[in-house]
């Protein structure tokens, strides 16, 4: 009966390990930037040779910081690899693995996970003074390189049918003051602001020249 029981429990590991949250399990290597109905936003910072147990995410786009190599163990043992390629947004289903860096430098960036069913938001094809890239596009979100011109601005009381998160891809002066909360004006690279749909902000860039960002718009 008790070989039984371990027999049980150990066919049940995959599944049991299908449920982790990366942040729990490895820490280390996944830290929480923010949280809310509609995303959370981790910061993920792995070292060339560095490999994660076995965790799971929900749908998600990431932004790496730096080209690189990762390879992903999958519950049943099959690999992929996935070449990573500076400030471009790729798009990974939920899925559960472990990850490792086997590139030669640091796998950095951030990763978007989306909650709730995906959303209906129209997004304009243009917005003035934002020059965009659209880097991937799915139904849940819109991931786009985005530069903001030096005479970039948004008044008072501003709003989008659309959540957005917005990551800096370098030290900036762009002063975003979003309704309940403290402005910020000074970005460094890796920084992220949540601007929720129908809420009410102001933007401007007050650095002089234009900036870069990625901007991912979810619907």
């Known amino acids: 009966?008790?070989?039984?029981?371990?027999?049980?429990?150990?066919?049940?590991?995959?599944?049991?390990?299908?449920?982790?949250?990366?942040?729990?399990?490895?820490?280390?290597?996944?830290?929480?930037?923010?949280?809310?109905?509609?995303?959370?936003?981790?910061?993920?910072?792995?070292?060339?040779?560095?490999?994660?147990?076995?965790?799971?995410?929900?749908?998600?786009?990431?932004?790496?910081?730096?080209?690189?190599?990762?390879?992903?163990?999958?519950?049943?043992?099959?690999?992929?690899?996935?070449?990573?390629?500076?400030?471009?947004?790729?798009?990974?289903?939920?899925?559960?693995?472990?990850?490792?860096?086997?590139?030669?430098?640091?796998?950095?960036?951030?990763?978007?996970?989306?909650?709730?069913?995906?959303?209906?938001a129209t997004l304009p094809a243009a917005r003035a003074g934002l020059q965009t890239t659209t880097l991937v596009e799915n139904p849940r979100a819109v991931a786009m390189k985005t530069t903001a011109a030096a005479d970039f601005a948004e008044p008072a009381g501003s709003t989008h049918e659309f959540d957005q998160v917005v990551i800096a891809l370098g030290a900036a002066d762009m002063t975003i003051a979003i309704e309940g909360k403290p402005a910020v004006s000074k970005w460094q690279r890796g920084d992220v602001q949540f601007i929720g749909r129908g809420v009410k902000h102001e933007s401007k860039n007050t650095s002089g020249k234009p900036i870069d960002f990625i901007v991912v718009a979810v619907k």
């Open 1 to 120: 009966m008790k070989s039984l029981k371990l027999a049980v429990a150990l066919a049940a590991l995959p599944f049991v390990a299908s449920a982790q949250d990366p942040v729990k399990v490895d820490p280390g290597h996944y830290k929480v930037l923010l949280d809310n109905s509609s995303v959370r936003v981790l910061k993920v910072a792995v070292p060339a040779g560095a490999k994660s147990p076995m965790h799971s995410h929900p749908d998600a786009i990431l932004v790496p910081f730096a080209s690189g190599k990762a390879r992903f163990t999958m519950p049943d043992g099959k690999t992929e690899d996935l070449e990573l390629v500076k400030e471009i947004a790729s798009w990974t289903p939920a899925m559960t693995h472990s990850p490792a860096n086997v590139g030669t430098a640091a796998i950095e960036g951030i990763l978007v996970e989306f909650k709730g069913a995906p959303g209906t």
